[in-house]
């Protein structure tokens, strides 16, 4: 770049969409009658997001801000981020973000949310990036945050949250790095001393390639986090371990298996000592470049540290998916998990053994490009049902998003 010289990008998305969420599920009538219950949550919105770069001699300035109104709110969010070297090896990010949302209650007819709580979010940030080699860098962050409600209670409480760390990353060798990073976090409650807490968070990940098509990942992390209440207050560990092998362009496997183990100051029949492991198998075959699929089995087990308990359960499942990616025109992607929980209590009164299905969509289609800018179609979709030993306890939850934005 030119010394002095000023580059600029702003980009602008104008927009309509909507959000539709369903949940269907047994209630309690008269102690011993049950009945069919229906909730649904729907909000339309529309929405106008300005995105600004700016960059000159050794700064950056983004700006990003998002104005939305809907049938419940309307709703702003700003993020501010500027971006300095400071040396040839130093680097300086100084950014902050607020959010504001208010509940206008215009339209009654759709108040048909559970949350219209008004609130205002800001926060503040900082990071130093050192990078006295191409192989080796080290990271500060700070960042503080401030959530305020209109009408706070003890379940929506205003806070104040701190987090502070440290990273650093080493590049071993061709495609190999050792990551480790150190966390420190405080939140203070406002009128809610038992939601005040303290947390001690610890990373160590190796990735590389040891051979020829093959790829692992190993990581570790240990947490410390305490509340005022004893009962509340945990350590947890969490191995993790990754292992994948290209066997030509078209075929892959991985096996991944996670542990994570807590264990509580004071347990109790809430608060107890646990472990949750995870294992699966995903094989990804690619028929062509635009075209991905993806099967393998799942397990997961949850037991108690101190001897069985109604919460434990083993679950097998079979995950499926489907990705068609058309870059600067058309994604979809469908992702399906089918599987059976058994509790090792069979006769619990926690829950009931049950089958689920869990199906996931995403759609990100671009329906006209002009020397304007671009006409683009996104939409999800989440479809989660369970089926119960027990009908009483059958659970169905659907969540449906669709928005139109044009982009310029």
């Not at 090792?344 to 329906?367: C, R, V």
Request: hydrophobic content about 35%; charged content about 25%; some cysteine.
């Amino acid at each position: 770049m030119i010394p002095g010289c000023l580059l600029a990008e702003f980009s602008s998305e104008i927009g309509l969409g909507g959000d539709y969420t369903n949940q269907r599920y047994s209630a309690l009538v008269l102690d011993t009658l049950t009945r069919d219950t229906t909730a649904r949550e729907t909000e339309g919105r529309s929405f106008w997001s300005v995105n600004l770069n700016q960059e000159w001699d050794r700064t950056r300035l983004d700006a990003a801000n998002n104005l939305s109104l809907s049938t419940l709110s309307v709703r702003d969010l700003l993020d501010l981020e500027l971006e300095q070297d400071l040396a040839a090896s130093l680097r300086l990010k100084v950014g902050g973000e607020g959010e504001l949302r208010w509940y206008h209650r215009a339209l009654p007819v759709a108040e048909d949310s559970g949350f219209q709580r008004n609130y205002l979010n800001n926060a503040g940030r900082v990071e130093l990036e050192w990078q006295p080699s191409d192989r080796f860098e080290v990271r500060l962050k700070e960042r503080l945050e401030n959530q305020h409600y209109t009408a706070p209670d003890s379940l929506y409480y205003d806070y104040l949250l701190n987090r502070a760390g440290i990273a650093a990353g080493l590049e071993l060798g061709t495609l190999s790095s050792l990551d480790a990073g150190y966390d420190w976090s405080a939140r203070r409650a406002s009128g809610v001393d038992s939601q005040d807490y303290q947390d001690h968070s610890l990373r160590l990940e190796y990735s590389g390639f040891p051979g020829a098509g093959w790829q692992v990942r190993l990581a570790a992390d240990a947490s410390r986090r305490s509340y005022g209440d004893p009962k509340r207050s945990f350590r947890e560990g969490c191995p993790g371990v990754s292992l994948g092998h290209d066997f030509n362009s078209a075929v892959s496997a991985t096996v991944e298996d996670e542990l994570r183990l807590t264990w509580y100051d004071a347990p109790d029949l809430v608060y107890r000592n646990q472990a949750l492991n995870t294992l699966g198998l995903n094989v990804e075959l690619r028929p062509t470049s635009e075209i991905t699929l993806r099967l393998g089995p799942a397990w997961e087990s949850e037991r108690g540290l101190q001897g069985t308990a109604p919460e434990d359960y083993r679950e097998t499942a079979l995950k499926a998916g489907f990705e068609f990616m058309k870059p600067g025109r058309l994604w979809i992607s469908l992702d399906d998990r089918l599987g059976i929980r058994r509790y090792l209590q069979g006769d619990s009164s926690y829950q009931t053994n049950y089958g689920f299905n869990e199906l996931d969509a995403t759609l990100n289609w671009t329906l006209l490009t002009t020397r304007v800018g671009s006409l683009v179609l996104d939409g999800t979709a989440s479809i989660a049902p369970e089926w119960h030993a027990d009908q009483t306890d059958d659970l169905a939850v659907s969540t449906y998003t669709l928005q139109l934005k044009f982009a310029f």
